[in-house]
C-alpha cells in the first residue's frame, strides 16, 4: 500500500530553519505531484506549495519568498526548505502525494501523511 511520511519538523525561533521532508513509499508506478499544506490551530487547511512533474512549482503569497520546493524524483521524496520563520507559520504540515499505482490504471489517487508539527517562537 502507499503510505507517506513526513519528517523534519520542529521548534525554532523567529528567523530560524527547518526543512521538511515527505517520502511516497510502497507499490507504485509514478508520482505525479507532491504538494504541502498546512493547518494552523483553530484555522483552515491551506496548500503552502506545491511541486509537479517536470519541477514545476507553485507557492502560496505568504511563502513564496522564504520557502523553496524541491522533489527528488529517484527516491519519491520532496523537501521543504523553510527560511525566515515567523510565529505565523506555526501550524501541522501536511504531504499531499497524487500517485499512479499501475500501469494499467491511469487515475491518479491522493494520499495524505499524518503531519509534522512546525512551532515558531517569538
Known amino acids: 500500500q502507499v503510505q507517506l511520511v513526513e519528517s523534519g519538523g520542529g521548534s525554532v525561533q523567529a528567523g530560524g530553519s527547518l526543512r521538511l521532508s515527505c517520502t511516497v513509499s510502497?507499490?507504485?508506478?509514478?508520482?505525479?505531484?507532491i504538494g504541502w499544506y498546512r493547518r494552523a490551530p483553530g484555522n483552515y487547511r491551506e496548500l503552502v506549495a506545491s511541486i509537479f512533474s517536470g519541477d514545476r512549482t507553485t507557492y502560496a503569497d505568504s511563502v513564496k519568498d522564504r520557502f523553496t520546493i524541491s522533489r527528488d524524483s529517484a527516491e519519491n521524496t520532496v523537501y521543504l526548505q523553510m527560511n525566515s520563520l515567523q510565529p505565523d507559520d506555526t501550524a501541522v504540515y501536511f504531504c499531499n502525494a497524487a500517485v499512479q499505482i499501475s500501469v494499467r490504471d491511469a487515475h491518479l489517487y491522493e494520499y495524505w501523511g499524518r503531519g509534522t508539527q512546525v512551532t515558531v517562537s517569538s
Open positions: 510502497g507499490t507504485i508506478f509514478s508520482v505525479d505531484n
